[in-house]
């Protein structure tokens, strides 16, 4: 069975700094890997996937992640951290399901603190 | 940007009696819908997947007779919670997977918190 670790349970950093989120996974085969961050009174939003190609994904609000297979892990990154960014971010790691959709295994999340 | 539904947001209900969430997916058809259930500071937990016209398949340790699923049509999945004990008490959320795009696409609700007294 897959899973995913999310080592960090809550990250503070400053407003402008970098950010390095941690996760690593668990799976068989060739993992198809999501980023998701959830804001209060809002549904988990996609921040990014990897299912193959370029191991360096880009995704929506400046974030990236690089996937490393020999690491098993997909950490996810931004260069500078605006105050906005806070929130919870979860790891997922995904199976496809043959009648649609794909079941998704999440991590523990990381509370991502920005202070000012 | 596909959006999905889930009424109500709160609800607070007495002991053993029985709510139902509803989970819409507003401008698109979702082959499969998913419920989670997340705890306080912790992940989420898939509950189960359901297909339109199907039966729910629940994950290990979920019991379907407590946790009802309906996916009465394309845009709608129903989860009723039987029976409402103290111990349900959590934030309920769903997810759908459009129909007409690959299977990697899951855009999920903002949830409901329910509370058991």
């Known amino acids: 069975a897959q899973s995913v670790t999310q080592p960090d349970i809550h990250i503070t950093v400053s407003e402008g700094a970098s950010l390095e989120l941690r996760c690593n996974y668990s799976y068989g085969a060739t993992p198809y890997l999501f980023w998701y961050v959830q804001s209060p009174g809002q549904g988990l939003q996609l921040l990014l996937k990897y299912f193959s190609g370029d191991t360096l994904v880009q995704g929506i609000k400046g974030f990236e992640a690089e996937f490393k297979r020999s690491q098993s892990s997909f950490n996810l990154r931004k260069p500078s951290v605006h105050w906005s960014d806070a929130a919870e971010y979860f790891c997922?790691?995904?199976?496809?399901?043959?009648?649609?959709?794909?079941?998704?295994?999440f991590g523990t999340g990381t509370q991502l603190k920005v202070e000012l | 940007g596909a959006v999905v539904s889930q009424h109500p947001s709160r609800v607070i209900c007495k002991s053993g009696t029985s709510v139902k969430i509803e989970c819409r997916s507003l401008?698109?058809?979702?082959?499969?819908m998913f419920w989670y259930r997340q705890f306080p500071k912790q992940s989420l937990m898939l509950m189960a997947t359901?297909?339109?016209?199907?039966?729910?398949?629940?994950e290990q340790g979920v019991e379907k007779d407590k946790f009802l699923i309906n996916h009465a049509s394309l845009t709608l999945s129903t989860l009723t919670v039987t029976s409402a004990h103290p111990e349900d008490s959590s934030f309920y959320i769903c997810?759908?997977?459009?129909?007409?795009?690959?299977?990697?696409?899951?855009?999920f609700g903002p949830g409901t918190r329910l509370t058991v007294l």
């Open positions: 359901s297909n339109e016209g199907s039966k729910a398949t629940y």
């Open positions: 997922a790691v995904g199976v496809i399901l043959t009648g649609g959709g794909n079941k998704l295994t």
């Open positions: 401008d698109f058809q979702a082959t499969t």
């Open positions: 997810s759908a997977t459009p129909r007409t795009t690959s299977t990697d696409t899951q855009y």
